[in-house]
């Protein structure tokens, strides 16, 4: 279930510019997605650092 | 290397029956954000029933002050949730970060009518709006935040569009 539409939100100069670095098409196949899904991707990305920084030896947290 | 666990974390919590609203980088990724947050960042409900629900939900995940040296006497239990408000916590299943209140956000309370809420991990989970997520991240005016906020400006243009 999706919130009512957006209230308005002043432009930001600095923001826009970053904007333009924004890889969209990630967000775009994320969207197709449930949350439920999002959130289980999201932990898959978490393991997969966790496998890496054990291999090399890395801290984490 | 400690695992973050953060489904686990939101299982936890649901389970349990906490009332509590995620919000920060696990709420982005809920919308569709693709930056990877380490740590789960909620706002909890301040009730006595719903310290109770807290307590018993994270006790056994051994949490501690994050940054904290060790050996202080921190308990984590309904007193201690009481007199505090916001607990930057370290668990077993990884780092959680507990609101009572958002700088910029409110309270449990406030929050509520400007979250979504979803089927998650077999329970209607809530996570902070999309446009209020920006509207907070905005309000603290950290540096660091800019890029986090221009991806969820996208993400936000991007939905509009569907």
Same mark, same amino acid.
């Given at each position: ?7 308005a939100l002043?432009?930001?100069? /600095?923001?826009d510019?970053?904007?333009? !670095?924004? !890889?969209r098409?990630?967000?775009?196949e994320?969207?197709? =997605?449930?949350?439920?899904e999002?959130?289980?991707?999201l ?7 966790a ?11 | 290397?400690?695992p973050?666990? /953060? ?5 936890v919590? *649901? !389970? +349990?029956?906490?009332?509590? /609203?995620?919000?920060g980088?696990? *709420?982005?990724n ?8 380490v740590?789960?960042?909620?706002v &909890?409900r =301040?009730?006595?029933?719903?310290? *109770? ?10 949490? &501690?002050?994050r940054? +904290? ?17 916001n607990f930057?916590?370290?668990? $077993?299943?990884g ?10 956000g ?10 979504? +809420? $979803?089927?998650?991990?077999?329970? $209607?989970?809530r996570?902070? $709006?999309?446009?209020r ?9 950290r540096?660091k !935040?800019?890029?986090a906020i221009a ?12």
């Amino acid at each position: 279930m999706e919130s009512s539409p957006p209230p308005a939100l002043a432009p930001d100069p /600095i923001i826009d510019v970053l904007k333009r !670095d924004v !890889d969209r098409t990630l967000l775009r196949e994320n969207l197709q =997605r449930t949350p439920e899904e999002r959130l289980l991707n999201l932990q898959r990305a978490l393991d997969g650092l966790a496998e890496l920084r054990k291999v090399f030896g890395v801290p984490g947290r | 290397v400690t695992p973050t666990r /953060i489904v686990d974390l939101v299982r936890v919590l *649901a !389970d +349990a029956g906490v009332e509590f /609203i995620i919000v920060g980088g696990v *709420a982005a990724n809920l919308h569709g954000s693709a930056t990877t947050t380490v740590d789960l960042d909620v706002v &909890y409900r =301040r009730t006595e029933e719903n310290l *109770a629900r807290l307590v018993r939900a994270l006790a056994p995940f051994e949490p &501690y002050l994050r940054g +904290a040296p060790p050996g202080l006497p921190f308990r984590f239990d309904v007193g201690t949730l009481r007199r505090g408000l916001n607990f930057m916590l370290s668990t $077993s299943l990884g780092a959680v970060d507990l609101f009572g209140e958002l700088i910029g956000g409110g309270t449990y309370e406030d929050l509520l009518q400007d979250s979504d +809420a $979803s089927p998650i991990l077999g329970h $209607s989970t809530r996570y902070l $709006s999309l446009e209020r997520l920006i509207v907070t991240k905005r309000a603290t005016g950290r540096p660091k !935040d800019l890029m986090a906020i221009a991806e969820l400006e996208a993400l936000l243009e991007e939905r509009g569009k569907r």
